[in-house]
């Protein structure tokens, strides 16, 4: 059984850098196409996808967020770390990580079928 956890600080200060690392268990992240998401839920909003980090180790980024944005990860220790610089009140929200499997068959990613419990993550002075 495949989980995944989310952990890092709950408050961070604007303009710093926030920063949270998904500990995988049950898996390897380097398994051949598994991708490995960032997403976030800002309070009283839908989901946002902010990028994945390819079993090969290359990274993609939404263009939103992609100049703030660094998925890095350590296959030592089987963990994942998002860190998105300059943050502001904005970037508040529920930070989650999941997997998803590319289906070379379709063309396209599966439904993404595990998650994180998701961690909070409060911009604030």
Do not use: H
């Not at 989650?96 to 396209?108: D, K, L, P």
């Amino acid at each position: 059984q495949v989980q995944l956890r989310e952990s890092g600080p709950g408050l961070v200060k604007p303009s710093q850098t926030l920063s949270l690392t998904c500990t995988v268990s049950g898996g390897s992240i380097t398994t051949d196409w598994y991708y490995w998401m960032w997403i976030r839920q800002p309070p009283g909003k839908g989901l946002e996808w902010i990028g994945y980090l390819a079993y090969s180790g290359s990274t993609y980024y939404s263009p939103s967020l992609k100049s703030r944005t660094s998925i890095s990860r350590d296959t030592s220790k089987n963990q994942f770390t998002l860190q998105l610089s300059s943050v502001t009140p904005e970037d508040t929200a529920v930070y989650y990580c999941a997997r998803a499997v590319f289906s070379r068959t379709w063309g396209t990613f599966e439904p993404w079928d595990y998650w994180g419990q998701g961690t909070q993550v409060t911009v604030s002075s």
